[in-house]
């Protein structure tokens, strides 16, 4: 066992193997942007898709890098006869080009979790070389079905600036020139030196504190009557399930959610937008590689880079650049006897609501336990009050036993995962009873307290709009692109609209008067309001920024297509001409082969590739709505189909061009094919067939 909890408690991360225990912590770890760009000819097991960078407690002395595939790596990919290789270019000097690599062996076989050598090599001169310089190590993990390879080398064996280019690539057949990948598209500028901080152990992750999400001013909650039922169960189910998901590491399953706290420069300026909590247990088996999926309410998978973590606390937090509505996590001391309800995905079955009491908690260790049913798959859920927010995760529960589970309350989380001053600001120790107002003409504490809660919630709503804004100012210059935006920021405008109209609204409401619960009704309805049109936003955000993604690369594909299909329409026509010079016997022969009634078949297609882009201008002109968009983004298929049928086009050209002769003996309008002497006869010019027009 992981950690010093009674055999009779089960950890509630729904299973199909066992975990390993995270075998060590991490001085610094850096992942590059993603790569955004593939070869149409490139294989899937050699598709990079990302690279990390770490140095970890384990050798302090060494840098570690991380090329992360597309699907898992087998023992023999670079072992395999045809000289495959993968490795990680080196740029030292900042100068755009590589001057040392990593390599696989090439002679090795990856086994289970082993390392073995592999190559460092010298591109600093012409000619690469194998060098002795500095001793690489490269490894796996075949059992647990790893899709990274890892490389290793000493700090020492080379002089490192601060800062380094490192970039990717592997190649299933080498010096063919195709089916190689390069990742990411460009150097990746990383600091090797920065953000080094002493570890604290194998169990905590050792990210800088300064780095860590704090909490935000706005994410406290009042409850009253908290020992009371919901009013509205089923429409606080609704909002919360919105803020919970799913956790998939490896072939476990977890729950976690949303926490409303101030993402960090460091982690803005990265594009997170969102900081999920969950229970370490939950996240252990990929602490190594630090990638999880995430799975939205509306099955949408996302990926997330678990950024922290507290083995003892059982707590960690993962960052995902996908916006997920927060969920409040701050006020009063949770005590025996208040309603709780608990959302996630027993036994990998989403969404699941149960609903208990808190039948015990202990205000000095932050543990308590409740009625409300738990099972695999519960862990890091969300446990919240009947206001919605958030008193602790999910943890574990007691084997035969029933109604017995067990949560870790959200001040375990200060300081390894989100920056508190104290505990004491997460539980503050205050009870809100059931309020009795009495009518004044001047504000009373309700009143305050809708009103904060408008403010708050105008707050998130302006965010919401401004992440929509700044996604149109992002967008790419392509067709598809330029209507995406169109068709969602007017949907965007439109619902901006009807947010200005509540704020006005609120404006112009006036907070005095003797008539309390009217206006504090008044003031719930305008948070509300806002609050869906927060959620409006949300979605709209994330379906357009999914379009934008779809168009560029169907973009990308489309212009592929239109090169391949001017390079051949110039490249038929050149070999047209060098046709032309040979003797008709020869012209007779050759227009008889495959290739050339394949080519003149694939030059049809040509009339098609012209009439799919008139098809789609026209679309183009009446796109009105996401419907009409979706239809427009299929006419895009074609020119997958039509990029792979010019690719054929230029190979068969390449093969017929073999077969004409260097030279031809040409007198008038006759030609003959050079003497065996390599001259041409009395009368008769020797022609080259290649010379430029």
Not at 329 to 346: D, E, K, L, T, Y
Not at 412 to 428: D, E, F, P, R
Not at 565 to 584: C, E, H, Q, R, W
Request: proline letters at 4%.
């Amino acid at each position: 066992m992981r950690r010093g909890i009674l055999v009779s408690i089960m950890l509630l991360i729904s299973l199909i193997s066992p975990i390993t225990p995270a075998s060590a912590a991490w001085i610094q770890y850096q992942s590059s942007e993603a790569d955004t760009y593939n070869r149409p000819d490139l294989t899937a097991a050699f598709d990079i898709t990302r690279l990390d960078f770490g140095i970890s407690d384990k050798a302090p002395d060494e840098y570690w890098f991380f090329l992360n595939f597309a699907q898992p790596v087998s023992a023999n990919q670079f072992n395999d006869g045809a000289a495959s290789w993968a490795g990680i270019l080196l740029d030292l000097n900042n100068d755009g080009k590589e001057d040392y690599s990593l390599q696989t062996s090439q002679s090795n076989n990856y086994s289970e979790n082993y390392l073995h050598s592999g190559r460092f090599v010298d591109r600093t001169s012409a000619s690469p070389i194998i060098s002795s310089d500095c001793k690489v190590e490269t490894w796996t993990n075949l059992t647990t079905k790893a899709s990274w390879i890892g490389f290793s080398i000493k700090k020492s064996c080379k002089t490192f600036s601060s800062t380094i280019g490192i970039r990717g690539y592997s190649d299933r057949i080498s010096n063919d020139d195709k089916d190689f990948d390069f990742a990411p598209d460009a150097y990746w500028k990383a600091n090797i030196n920065g953000g080094a901080v002493t570890p604290s152990g194998n169990s905590t992750s050792t990210t800088i504190a300064g780095q860590l999400p704090s909490v935000d001013n706005s994410g406290e909650s009042l409850v009253t009557s908290p020992s009371s039922q919901p009013s509205d169960l089923v429409t606080l189910a609704s909002e919360t399930t919105k803020s919970v998901v799913s956790v998939l590491c490896g072939s476990g399953i977890g729950s976690g959610w949303s926490i409303n706290v101030a993402l960090s420069a460091a982690n803005i300026s990265n594009g997170y937008k969102s900081y999920i909590i969950t229970n370490h247990h939950v996240i252990d088996d990929c602490l190594s590689s630090r990638a999880v999926t995430l799975v939205l309410s509306n099955q949408t998978r996302v990926p997330g880079y678990v950024y922290s973590w507290d083995e003892a606390n059982d707590v960690a937090g993962i960052l995902t650049s996908t916006t997920i509505a927060p969920l409040n996590w701050r006020g009063a001391n949770p005590q025996q006897g208040w309603w709780v309800g608990i959302i996630g995905s027993p036994l990998g079955f989403p969404g699941i609501l149960t609903t208990g009491i808190v039948s015990s908690v202990n205000n000095s260790t932050y543990l308590g336990t409740t009625t409300a049913a738990i099972n695999p798959g519960n862990s890091g859920g969300p446990v919240f009050d009947r206001s919605g927010r958030v008193i602790g995760l999910a943890t574990a529960k007691y084997v035969n036993a029933e109604s017995f589970g067990i949560f870790n309350g959200t001040p375990l989380l200060c300081n390894k995962i989100v920056v508190c001053s104290s505990t004491a600001q997460i539980w503050n120790g205050a009870i809100v009873a059931t309020p009795t107002p009495t009518p004044t003409p001047t504000v009373n504490t309700l009143v305050i307290s809708s009103s904060n809660k408008m403010y708050e919630a105008i707050d998130k709503v302006e965010a919401a709009v401004a992440d929509c804004n700044d996604l149109l100012q992002s967008k790419g210059d392509d067709l598809g692109s330029f209507i995406t935006s169109t068709i969602y920021g007017g949907m965007c405008d439109s619902v901006n609209q009807r947010i200005e109209n509540v704020k006005t609204s609120f404006a112009s409401t006036t907070t005095t008067g003797s008539d309390t619960s009217g206006l504090i009704s008044k003031l719930d309805n305008f948070t509300s309001s806002l609050n869906g049109y927060y959620r409006n936003v949300l979605d709209i955000t994330n379906e357009f920024e999914g379009s934008i993604k779809v168009f560029s690369e169907l973009n990308m594909r489309m212009t592929a297509a239109q090169n391949a299909s001017s390079t051949n329409i110039d490249s038929f026509s050149a070999f047209g001409a060098k046709l032309k010079l040979l003797p008709m016997s020869l012209q007779s022969s050759i227009k008889k082969k495959k290739q050339y009634i394949q080519v003149l078949n694939g030059m049809s297609l040509e009339r098609k590739f012209d009439a799919a882009l008139e098809t789609q201008q026209s679309l183009s002109n009446d796109i009105a709505d996401k419907q009409a968009l979706i239809a427009f983004s299929s006419t895009f298929k074609v020119f997958e189909t039509r990029y792979k049928d010019f690719l054929t086009v230029e190979a068969n050209l390449e093969e017929l061009e073999l077969l004409i002769p260097d030279y031809v003996c040409i007198k008038g309008k006759v030609s003959v094919l050079l003497l065996k002497t390599g001259k041409c006869a009395k009368g008769y010019v020797k022609t080259p067939t290649f010379e430029d027009a």
